[in-house]
């Protein structure tokens, strides 16, 4: 009998797999990503022609000035690939990052992109709150934190970017956006609220911060977070902000 090597049958080639990714919807390219990350760089290859095509194309943003979800997948499965290749692609077409870092404060939010692309969200979630600081401004960053009256000050430009980071970098699961229409579906019921994204077990608040989860695996609308032990106001003020209203 002959022992075959069935590698050919159970897997696709890589350009079986090609084929099937440029003729997916959006919904089903995202699984795609995946399974092209996992044949190295024949995968990469994939991934790094759709960006340049997503480059050179005349970008779309969806709601709130995120980024395509497949464009962001592809940016951090090459990434989080770390070979010679893909970080000489991603430094040479987006330097910067897969997010276009707007701010009408001149705030630096690169910082803020590479914990993200790194997936070092404990980091990632100190510095969107000094982020947020340096929005209110000088007297927010002496204090190290934000009143509620501040918040609604904040640049539309500035909370998109923020979120927009955000959800790129988790699959679309992490950001106020997320957190605001979680918020809406629970009636605007905060103990609700905290009890779905996991900032409060029955009577008890999440412990900061080993009780919180810092991967990927976190509840949906997990993070970033919001310190409620001065009350509700500054994430109320961040989810009703004019930045979500279109």
Known sequence: MTNLDTSSVSSPLPND??????????????????QLATLGQPGYEVLMDFLREYQASEQVF????????????????????QTD???AFLSQQFPTGIVPLKSDRSIDYLPLQQFLAQQDFLEADKLTSQKLCELAGGDAIQRKWVYFTEVNAFPVTDLRTINALWLAHSEGKFGYSVQRELWLSVGKNWEKLWAKINWKDGINWTRYPGQFVWTIEAPKGHLPLSNQLRGVRVIEGLLSHPAWES
């Open 62 to 81: 969806t709601k709130y000035g995120a980024v395509n979800a497949v464009a962001a997948k592809a940016y951090q499965a090459l990434f989080s690939a």
């Open 85 to 87: 290749q893909t970080q």
């Open 17 to 34: 797999l090609r084929a099937q990714f440029l003729s997916a919807t959006e919904r089903n390219r995202l699984p795609i990503v995946d």
